[in-house]
């Protein structure tokens, strides 16, 4: 049985870091796509970053340069590294794996929330001006 389970959600200033972690169990961690999604209060569920298997990310275009998404699969772990945090990046932050079918579209990986199936709980993140 997937499952996901983040941490290091936070309030922190405007300007401040945050390192999120997904820890996930029950499948082979590293045959899939990952991925952390967010969702703010009235606004839709939106794909921050996903990274692949091999390596390949894909980023949301208001987070590229501060966020990057990275994995330890001998810790079956995958991380968000949020720096110049701004009151917009204000949201519950969630942790998704694919469906088993991949994250690819056109060659290269999507942040196209049908591919992921399987998501955790999410962690809060506030950031304050």
């Known amino acids: 049985q997937v499952h996901l389970v983040e941490s290091g959600g936070g309030s922190v200033q405007s300007g401040g870091s945050l390192r999120l972690s997904c820890a996930a169990s029950?499948?082979?961690?590293?045959?899939?796509?990952m991925g952390w999604f967010r969702q703010a209060p009235g606004k839709e569920r939106e794909g921050v970053a996903v990274?692949?298997?091999?390596?390949?990310?894909r980023y949301l275009d208001s987070v590229k340069g501060r966020f990057t998404i990275s994995q330890d699969n001998a810790k079956n772990t995958v991380y968000l590294q949020m720096n110049i945090l701004k009151p917009e990046d204000t949201a519950m932050y969630y942790c998704a794996r694919d469906h088993g079918t991949g994250c690819w579209v056109a060659g290269v990986v999507s942040t196209d929330q049908s591919f992921f199936g399987y998501w955790g709980q999410g962690t809060q993140v506030t950031v304050s001006s």
């Open positions: 029950g499948y082979i961690y590293s045959s899939y796509c």
């Open positions: 990274i692949d298997n091999d390596g390949s990310t």
